[in-house]
């Protein structure tokens, strides 16, 4: 479903519209204050913005999402999850993955198509969210992710629901020298030569996990091809990045 308040648009997925209280959004590129390349509702710190731009935008958000705090981790295309919890919460996270149990608290990444992951364990009232480029999705922070919440709070991945973002589509995800960048059991995965399908790829590592097909949730939609909603650095190297949020109200 698509939500818009003020001039601000988010997603928010099918799979969590019965958990009123998991606050989420996967924000657009409409309602904000950058210009040019990143315009408008820049959140990521990887392009050609204004600091100040990029913080009152992730206020904007914050505001949306009607949280107290809202977080984002220094993304590094690795592997590492952190647990966020009122001892570390006001340091930034060097991270790909943040999980918490904390209510009102907003968890977020940043993204220009590479997936974007809501995780929610309504069993033991927690949320995370996950960055997987080609690179988390080749070092499966997705397993990374669950792996931390099942060592921490004992979340079972058959209780889990995963929600993913729009993000680059097979059309575009073009990988010419795959051999040697993806392990050989995502070839399988390739739609035409040297073009994959990593939404497929990202539902193969969720249900190898043991999360069931009905709990997982993917966005079919080519951040590429949607130039008027979406940012894309495939399309355009320099340009903004879409914030994912979750948040347990309380």
């Given at each position: 479903?698509?939500?818009?308040?003020?001039?601000?648009?988010?997603l928010?997925?099918d799979?969590?519209?019965s958990?009123?209280h998991v606050?989420?959004?996967?924000?657009l590129?409409?309602g904000?204050v950058?210009?040019g390349?990143?315009s408008?509702?820049?959140?990521?710190?990887g392009a050609?913005?204004?600091?100040?731009?990029?913080?009152?935008?992730?206020?904007?958000?914050?505001?949306?999402?009607?949280?107290?705090?809202l977080i984002?981790?220094?993304?590094t295309?690795g592997?590492?999850?952190?647990?966020i919890?009122?001892?570390?919460?006001?340091?930034?996270a060097q991270?790909?993955?943040v999980?918490?149990?904390e209510?009102?608290v907003?968890l977020g990444?940043?993204?220009a198509?590479c997936q974007?992951?809501?995780?929610?364990?309504?069993?033991?009232?927690a949320?995370?969210?996950?960055?997987?480029?080609?690179r988390?999705?080749?070092?499966n922070?997705?397993?990374?992710l669950?792996?931390?919440?099942?060592?921490?709070?004992g979340?079972q991945p058959?209780?889990i629901?995963?929600?993913?973002s729009?993000?680059?589509?097979?059309?575009h995800?073009?990988?010419?020298?795959?051999?040697?960048?993806?392990?050989?059991?995502?070839?399988?995965?390739?739609?035409?030569p040297?073009y994959?399908?990593?939404?497929?790829?990202?539902?193969k590592q969720l249900?190898?996990l043991?999360?069931?097909?009905?709990?997982?949730?993917?966005t079919?939609i080519?951040?590429?091809?949607?130039?008027?909603?979406?940012?894309?650095?495939r399309?355009?190297?320099?340009?903004g990045?879409h914030?994912?949020?979750v948040a347990?109200?309380g």
């Open positions: 479903m698509e939500f818009d308040k003020a001039k601000m648009q988010w928010e997925f799979l969590l519209e958990f009123p606050q989420h959004g996967v924000f590129r409409h904000g950058s210009h390349a990143c408008s509702l820049n959140v990521g710190n050609s913005d204004k600091a100040e731009a990029i913080q009152t935008n992730r206020e904007l958000i914050r505001k949306a999402m009607n949280v107290p705090k984002f981790p220094h993304q295309h592997m590492n999850v952190e647990r919890t009122p001892k570390n919460m006001d340091k930034v991270a790909d993955a999980f918490t149990t209510k009102n907003g990444v940043t993204h198509d974007a992951a809501i995780f929610y364990d309504p069993v033991h009232e949320v995370g969210v996950a960055h997987a480029g080609w988390g999705l080749v070092q922070i997705y397993a990374r669950l792996e931390a919440m099942q060592r921490d709070i979340t058959q209780n629901i995963v929600c993913i729009p993000s680059l589509g097979p059309d995800a073009e990988y010419k020298n795959y051999k040697q960048e993806l392990p050989q059991d995502f070839w399988a995965f390739q739609t035409s040297n994959f399908d990593f939404w497929a790829i990202g539902r249900s190898s043991g999360i069931l097909d009905k709990n997982i949730e993917i079919e080519c951040t590429h091809c949607n130039e008027k909603d979406y940012f894309s650095h399309r355009e190297k320099d340009t990045r914030g994912t949020v347990l109200k």
